[in-house]
């Protein structure tokens, strides 16, 4: 029996350094061409989507905390009186009429949510690489960064992007193979309208306010801020653009920050807090920020691993292995995605931040579809299934933090809406933690209950635990 215990061991180890041994990565022969092809890092607060376009670099950027509207609460006491009357009209089997009077008298008068919304892009543009060659980028599921590499005139370059989990900023280093041959012009934008953008010494500066929606002023006041370290040649910050010209390599970053406190609370500095990070990160040598980074990053990757077997197909593009597998049946994939829902997660859903959003953490546009908010009656749950069965459980804390405080919320809505004890929580919230029934009826009334009764057509719904199953309002 011991000498069976030892080749056990022996053989799990084998198998372990195996898996650890193992490469995982979304790679391309080809710059990104539209936002879905590019490469997502995030860091729980920060996100970026990398296109990798050699002439024109485009970064997509992303805060957790940029959302439309300011705090408020949407229940509709217009319900008090009609659930009643509602639920009379289920009786009578009259189901048309109840939908449509509880679309007019239960649904939120107000606002139904905001939308989560982009911060903007940064654009980084390469004199003459558009006669680019021997092209490659790729997805580190195991460092947690993007890679482009490209030719060009006989000069190798590279890009090396990541969003620092331990000095929260953007970084993107550039290097190449030949001394002073990196020159650059980088520049903020943004959908948002009226934004400040501007040079501050050796930074670069976007000053902007969140949207209104539905009639609810935007108070969310943001600020990115940008700057470079570099070797050799020349830098300079003037009208808003950071450009850089012959130098051997550099390092540029990226910090955005907001006046969010909490759901209550927009009484922060988000000036301050964009310098605080931003000048922090660059007194630290890059090296030692980037082995920073991925050891917080494999401190929660490297917990599992799933080995399906080598990599059959290992000179063959991502996009194309997604397209061949019906042919295929290519195992190393199925593991490759099994890692980069585990690292979407880790990446979108830190403690002490905001939950994964409808889409995560990454979002281009102001409105987006749904308004990227957190769709209760699924969606939210299923950002959150990995969390447990792959031994990434600190990452449902914030989670646990929105059930908590959409309890607070969601018990003035009860009172408002119900006239019920205990508190609510309808289909969909967002960063005010909303709680009253949005959209029509047949989408928006699948009522949350904790902590007390709430009464539905003539059904009483009682539960002792902090959440439960989506139950519809008009039940028969």
């Not at 996100?47 to 957790?64: D, R, S, T, Y």
């Not at 209760?376 to 031994?391: D, G, Q, R």
Request: hydrophobic share 35%; proline share 4%.
């Amino acid at each position: 029996m011991k000498i069976k215990w030892i080749a056990g061991g022996l053989l799990w180890t084998s198998f372990y350094l195996q898996a650890a041994a193992q490469e995982y990565k979304l790679w391309y022969d080809t710059p990104a061409h539209v936002w879905t092809e590019a490469l997502p890092l995030g860091n729980g607060r920060l996100g970026a989507m990398v296109f990798g376009n050699p002439a024109i670099e485009h970064i997509q950027l992303n805060e957790e905390t940029i959302w439309a509207g300011q705090p408020n609460n949407n229940a509709n006491p217009d319900a008090l009186e009609n659930i009643p009357k509602v639920r009379q009209l289920v009786f009578e089997g009259k189901y048309q009429e109840a939908q449509t009077l509880a679309t007019e008298k239960v649904m939120a008068k107000t606002n139904s949510g905001m939308p989560y919304q982009s911060f903007g892009d940064l654009h980084i543009s390469f004199p003459g690489h558009a006669r680019y060659s021997n092209y490659y980028r790729e997805l580190s599921l195991d460092s947690a960064r993007t890679v482009v590499r490209y030719d060009v005139d006989g000069v190798t370059y590279q890009r090396e992007t990541l969003t620092s989990f331990a000095d929260q900023v953007v970084m993107i280093r550039l290097t190449a193979s030949h001394p002073g041959k990196i020159t650059c012009n980088a520049n903020f934008t943004t959908p948002h309208q009226d934004v400040m953008i501007a040079s501050e010494g050796e930074d670069v500066t976007l000053s902007g306010v969140s949207s209104l929606h539905e009639g609810l002023k935007g108070k969310v006041a943001f600020q990115g801020r940008m700057t470079a370290r570099a070797k050799g040649g020349m830098r300079q910050c003037r009208d808003g653009v950071l450009s850089i010209e012959g130098v051997d390599e550099a390092v540029i970053y990226v910090s955005i920050a907001t006046n969010f406190n909490n759901y209550k609370d927009i009484t922060g500095d988000q000036v301050e807090r964009a310098k605080n990070y931003l000048h922090r990160a660059i007194t630290k040598d890059y090296q030692a920020s980037k082995q920073a980074h991925v050891s917080f990053f494999k401190k929660y990757m490297d917990r599992v691993s799933l080995n399906l077997g080598t990599d059959k197909y290992a000179d063959v593009t991502t996009d194309m292995r997604v397209q061949n597998f019906k042919e295929t049946h290519d195992n190393y994939l199925v593991a490759t995605y099994f890692r980069f829902g585990r690292y979407l997660l880790i990446c979108s859903s830190q403690p002490g931040g905001q939950p994964a959003n409808l889409q995560g953490i990454w979002n281009d546009k102001l409105f987006p579809s749904w308004d990227s908010k957190y769709t209760c009656n699924i969606n939210l749950e299923m950002n959150y299934w990995p969390a447990e069965v792959t031994n990434l459980t600190e990452l449902h804390e914030p989670l646990m933090q929105l059930i908590r405080e959409v309890s607070q919320t969601g018990r003035e809505s009860a009172k408002i809406m119900y006239g019920a004890d205990g508190w609510v929580l309808h289909h969909n919230t967002d960063i005010w933690r909303v709680t009253g029934a949005i959209d029509k009826a047949p989408s928006g009334m699948w009522p949350r209950v904790a902590h007390g009764f709430v009464v539905i057509c003539g059904s009483v719904i009682s539960t002792r635990v902090m959440w439960t199953s989506s139950v519809p309002l008009i039940l028969s």
